[in-house]
Nanobody, 122 residues
Framework: QVQLVESGGGLVQAGGSLRLSCAAS????????MGWFRQAPGKEREFVAARTWGGGTTYYADSVKGRFTISRDSAKTTVFLQMNSLKPEDTAIYYCAAGLEAGLSTHEYAYWGQGTQVTVSS
């Protein structure tokens, strides 16, 4: 059974930081791009960041560039999203996803976690 399990969400004041983790299990994710998406109340799920299997390419939404960093552990079973200088508009449920040759669109990702809530207070 494929599982992506996110953790690390919570409540933080504006300007603060959080580090999200996504642990992958149940199959080998060799060659998979790992991504982070988020969905705020009443809005569509949107791309946040992604990192290719080899780590050679990373992608970021313009809204998070310079503030968020996506990384992966050496075993490539856990992906992280370091979020700095958080803003109230970053408040959302954050989802981890995995997909072969995936990019910036939700439909390119075959596997999804259950999400973790991030709330940034002003």
């Amino acid at each position: 059974q494929v599982q992506l399990v996110e953790s690390g969400g919570g409540l933080v004041q504006a300007g603060g930081s959080l580090r999200l983790s996504c642990a992958a299990s149940g199959r080998a994710f060799y060659g998979y791009t790992m991504g982070w998406f988020r969905q705020a109340p009443g809005k569509e799920r949107e791309f946040v960041a992604a990192r290719t299997w080899g780590g050679g390419t990373t992608y970021y939404a313009d809204s998070v560039k310079g503030r968020f960093t996506i990384s992966r552990d050496s075993a490539k079973t856990t992906v992280f999203l370091q979020m700095n200088s958080l803003k109230p508009e970053d408040t959302a449920i954050y989802y981890c996803a995995a997909g072969l040759e995936a990019g910036l669109s939700t439909h390119e990702y075959a596997y999804w976690g259950q999400g973790t809530q991030v709330t940034v207070s002003s």
